[in-house]
């Protein structure tokens, strides 16, 4: 029989509604059922394309004996933390305060309180190097929670209390460009300069950082910053972590040198990246990059777009119940579908042998099948084979996709697509971010609310602070690649609720709105990890607007907001690259390029733009709406009925121009 996950829209849920476990949802019902039978909670997050949850709901949850323990002695919650990142950040904070470390699987058990008294990531099933498993731990755990009750019950109001209080920020002064400096020292000294990247295995991509440090070139002219970006980005081009036959990036990869990935590939890491290599083409004009980007998108739009026109939230790694089968190839399959002349090419260019390259994680022992990277740019990989290896490839069983849309990971990746456009030009990635705006303007709004769920043609969940942010700064993007300024008033519409109902009265602002559900912690998340915070977003967000319309309160509010957070940030800079970027555009000097003209001069006028890089500059096409927000832009129009360009800095107007080669004069000088 299914548990009380069958009804659930989640693929994650639903991968579990015919475990023996009696899951619940996370609802009343279960919390009132744990008061009543005085039975703690055992709470599991992860998400549908998570290699090592699947691991767990194998060994432990599907497992008849383990269900016992559960439901006899515990009330059972699974949480989806894409469908729900607000209990995931609250919970993983919990985890890596008590461990040090925190992960997917999440595992928390907790009172009917919701206050937690024991934290982990993936338990095994029976105990191994020295790891207690599930049979050993819950009896002990039921035990103790019996017969030392009220110890427990202390433990976990301790915790709670001691959590509270270091969630508070102190705020300090705002911080200057020594900050910035700060950050490039510690992200120079924890580069690998043989494999690029930060640290050791496992390697993830680090686009929040990458992207500092490209505008940190761009400012100091140090040129050890640029030369960190391209190494990484030319070393993860080249290794497993990137798919070279269907495109898009793995997750993160278990060695240093971006060889062995683990093949989820989420949406989040698609934009991000598009993002970043398409930054780094800005800045270099290299084609690699450029290419690199185009194959990204191509990815999403094949694989990840949704008839609605939003996108799905990933793809697993696993298929027919193994890791990394659709990607990995044997030597005698390539040997079969290829002539020996493209067999030869094939393995000389894709580090193809006989006994295999890639390895059993656990084990180490050899599978027989490789992985396909590339040892130098400068091979060449022909189109053909590519497109020969992609249709053998089609004909496989593929990973389960996450079919869930999200309001914040959206956001991202139609950023990247308006990017696109603004850089390319090219009128398919403006019709996909169109498209996907349209969807969340008129299906996932209500009353400038968003919803941060789509799923099987329902939309739920209250926006959290990412989904704000992230839409906002899609908007923005959109607006500036277009020259539509309805974007823009979209984006202020947003920007109204989030200071509403997410500021924090000392400055920044909170995951979750004050009308969303209340945990025991007042979260604000402001660490730019796998993604960057919503607090680093939103106050780039505010610089933004504040340069658009010339309101001191959008600069004020981004200012309250980095004050309240330099005294974490001054700590360890290198964890908070996107908030430094933020930094970065503040700091200045800025230039505003203010168009009195229609949209085809405006295009003509991006492409000039685009032939330098300066990260410090915006550009957007003058309305009667925008004048309807900012009355300065009613002196900057038309002369003798020409287009006219304005060009500001620091909101102080050089003579007005209405010729291009005057404009790109200008911007190389």
């Known amino acids: 029989m299914s548990n009380k996950l069958s009804a659930e829209k989640s693929p994650y849920l639903l991968q579990h509604k015919d475990n023996p476990v009696e899951w619940y949802p996370w609802n009343e019902e279960a919390f009132e059922r744990a008061k009543k039978e005085n039975k703690p909670i055992f709470l599991s997050i992860g998400y549908s394309t998570c290699h090592w949850c699947h691991v767990m709901a194998h060994e432990s949850f599907e497992d008849k004996e383990v269900a016992v323990l559960l439901n006899k002695k515990f009330v059972s919650i699974k949480v989806d933390r894409e469908e729900r990142p607000d209990i995931d950040h609250t919970y993983m904070t919990v985890c890596q305060a008590l461990t040090g470390s925190g992960g997917w699987p999440l595992t928390i058990i907790m009172t009917p309180e919701k206050k937690p008294f024991f934290a982990a990531t993936y338990i ?26 009220e110890k427990i019950i202390e433990s976990a109001a301790g915790i709670t209390k001691e959590l509270q209080k270091v969630s508070r920020t102190d705020p300090g002064e705002p911080p200057t460009e020594i900050i910035l400096d700060e950050a490039f020292e510690q992200l120079s000294e924890n580069f690998d300069p043989r494999n690029g990247g930060f640290g050791d295995a496992p390697k993830f991509p680090s686009p929040s950082s990458l992207i500092f440090l490209l505008r940190y070139w761009k400012r100091t002219k140090k040129h050890q910053a640029l030369e960190i970006v391209e ?77 609605e026109g939003a996108l799905y939230a990933g793809e697993d790694a696993d298929s027919e119940g193994e890791e990394g089968k659709f990607y990995l190839w044997t030597e005698q399959e390539l040997k079969d579908n290829f002539s020996t002349d493209e067999f030869d090419q094939l393995k000389g260019v894709m580090n193809i042998q006989e006994e295999g ?40 069983i593929h990973p389960h996709r996450d079919n869930k849309i999200l309001a914040d990971w959206n956001g991202l990746m139609i950023s990247a697509f308006a990017q696109a456009f603004h850089v390319f030009g090219e009128e398919k990635y403006k019709i996909i971010a169109e498209k996907g705006i349209a969807f969340f303007l008129q299906t996932m709004k209500k009353d400038n609310h968003l919803f941060h769920r789509f799923c099987q043609g329902e939309r739920a969940i209250i926006g959290m602070l990412d989904d704000y942010a992230f839409m906002i700064n899609a908007l923005l993007d959109l607006g500036e690649a277009t020259g539509d300024s309805t974007y823009v008033l979209s984006a202020l519409e947003f920007t109204a609720t989030v200071q509403e109902e997410f500021s924090d009265p000392q400055g920044g602002f909170f995951f979750s709105s004050s009308h969303g559900e209340e945990l025991f912690l007042k979260n604000k998340q402001i660490y730019d990890g796998a993604i960057p915070s919503g607090n680093s977003v939103m106050i780039e967000n505010l610089l933004r607007l504040w340069m658009i319309t010339e309101n001191q309160i959008y600069k004020e509010s981004a200012i309250q907001a980095t004050s309240s957070l330099s005294r ?84 102080s107007c050089k003579e007005p121009i209405t010729d291009l080669m005057t404009l790109r004069q200008l911007l190389h000088t």
């Open 231 to 307: 190494k990484t980005l030319q070393s993860m081009r080249l290794g497993g972590i990137y798919d070279h036959v269907g495109f898009g990036f793995h997750r993160y990869t278990i060695d240093a040198g971006w060889i062995v990935p683990h093949f989820e590939k989420m949406l989040y890491d698609q934009a991000l990246l598009a993002q970043l290599y398409l930054e780094a083409f800005r800045a270099t004009k290299k084609e690699i990059y450029a290419q690199t980007t185009k194959e990204i998108l191509s990815y999403v739009e094949t694989s990840l777009l949704s008839p």
């Open 568 to 651: 974490i940030i001054d700590r360890s800079p290198a964890n908070f690259t996107a908030h430094l970027s933020a930094i970065d555009r503040g700091i200045g000097p800025h230039t505003e390029i203010v168009v009195a003209g229609d949209t085809n001069d405006y295009r003509e006028i991006i492409k000039i733009i685009n032939e330098t890089y300066d990260t410090q500059l915006i550009v957007f096409l003058n309305s009667i709406e925008l004048q309807n927000v900012n009355p300065f832009l009613r002196e900057r129009t038309k002369k003798n009925g020409k287009q006219t360009i304005y060009v500001c800095k620091n909101f």
């Open 124 to 149: 095994p099933k029976r105990a191994q190097q020295g790891m207690p498993g599930m049979i050993e731990l819950l009896p002990h755990i039921a035990h103790l929670w019996e017969n030392q009750h």
């Open 357 to 396: 390259n890639f390895a059993e994680e656990s084990t180490g022992s050899q599978t027989g099948k490789n992985i396909l990277y590339i040892s130098s740019l400068a091979k060449n990989f022909p189109k053909e084979i590519r497109e020969k290896l992609f249709a053998i490839r089609d004909r496989r």
